[in-house]
């Protein structure tokens, strides 16, 4: 030959005196002839095979951290890669999770779950709250306690339920409201508390939202009572609701107890 060839695209000629050109190597590549190396596939691209005249930008849900590569890396579980041509993959930020490899995108956790990471690592997978507590919005990586006089019994919830009439929210008792004692009740407009019955009132039941008047001929003196007192022999009491019993009058008397006259 009076001449020499160029190298096509896709090989090179290194040395002087070469018979035959040499394909490049995978993870590298080479667009123009009568070249004498070959470029290396750039940060989030790769090269497959030999012979290559450009480098293909690694698709979503992979990533290449290096020069020269002939592969991409699909994102671990817990990470994601968007976009193509990735050096990297990106953790799924605190309220998503990924449990596949290889994603484009995390997910949000479903109402009454959240997604937190472990260990500095990101979240893999989402977590039911736990009785006691719920989660209204979707997307959460914390759960909420349930409030005052409402109480959460099942695991995975997204609301909390009010307390049932006559039942008390407690803190150390989340998962169920607490019936009042006999001697107390509570307030149907007030659920965090149980109330003591006043003077001339008792409750002899559990779970009620109000107390009852000491009927006639019984009285009570102090509060929290859970049954009325009889008026002693020598004392009546004609109204209800009453704290004490009346001493019979002069030249009267009351022969038995509980007398209302």
Same mark, same amino acid.
């Given at each position: ?139 959460? !990586? ?100 009453? !704290? ?18």
């Amino acid at each position: 030959q009076r001449s020499c060839l160029q190298a096509p695209a896709g090989s090179v000629t290194s040395k002087p005196g070469a018979a035959a050109p040499t394909k490049c190597d995978p993870g590298y590549f080479q667009p123009r002839a009568g070249q004498t190396s070959c470029e290396a596939a750039d940060l989030g691209e790769y090269v497959p095979q030999t012979g290559a005249t450009s480098a293909t930008l690694c698709p979503r849900g992979t990533f290449s951290a290096r020069v020269g590569s002939n592969t991409c890396s699909a994102a671990r579980i817990g990470y994601f890669v968007a976009q193509p041509g990735a050096a990297e993959a990106k953790p799924c930020p605190p309220g998503s999770y990924q449990p596949k490899t290889g994603q484009a995108d995390c997910i949000k956790a479903d109402p009454g779950y959240y997604a937190a990471g472990k260990n500095q690592q990101p979240a893999t997978e989402q977590t039911p709250c736990g009785p006691g507590s719920y989660q209204p919005k979707s997307g959460a !990586m914390y759960c909420l306690e349930s409030e005052p006089g409402y109480y959460v019994d099942t695991p995975g919830s997204s609301s909390q339920t009010p307390c049932q009439a006559g039942a008390y929210y407690d803190q150390t008792v989340t998962t169920g409201c607490i019936p009042a004692q006999p001697g107390r009740f509570v307030d149907a407009g007030d659920s965090t508390v149980q109330v003591e019955c006043e003077p001339g009132t008792y409750q002899s039941k559990r779970g009620q939202t109000s107390c009852t008047k000491a009927p006639v001929g019984h009285f009570v003196a102090n509060t929290g009572a859970a049954a009325p007192t009889k008026c002693p022999a020598g004392t009546y009491q004609p109204l209800v609701g009453q !704290m004490a019993c009346l001493t019979a009058s002069v030249n009267f008397y009351v022969a038995t107890s509980g007398e209302s006259r």
